[in-house]
């Protein structure tokens, strides 16, 4: 029987490279992709330190809570998403390309 943590993750098409279900404190507890592009503790970590960078910038800038957060960079981005106050979905993908 699938996990139902594994149901919340992306499929690897369209440009992701890995993703991973994290708590907030960088425990991963699902996750997809492997090989070089995966260091699962390595993703579990950063998200954890994106989410309170984000979250501490949020709350302190502009008020409320963090939905999202998101850095590029010219090989692709990362982005954190906020599940609920226990769970991050991570997802590491490449640039994206938009059609002129």
Known sequence: ???SV?????????????????????LVLAHT?????????FLGAMGAALFAFGSKSIANL?????KDIVVEGEQG????????DKLLMVTVAEPLKLES
């Not at 594994?6 to 960088?26: E, H, M, N, V, W």
């Not at 992709?33 to 503790?41: H, N, V």
């Not at 502009?62 to 963090?66: A, L």
């Open 1 to 3: 029987m699938e996990n």
């Open 6 to 26: 594994d149901t919340l993750l992306p499929t690897l098409d369209d440009g992701i490279k890995c993703s991973a279900i994290t708590s907030t404190d960088g």
């Open 33 to 41: 992709g492997s090989g070089a592009t995966l260091d699962e503790d």
């Open 62 to 66: 502009v008020g409320g809570k963090m």
């Open 77 to 84: 981005f990362v982005k954190v998403t906020i599940l609920n």
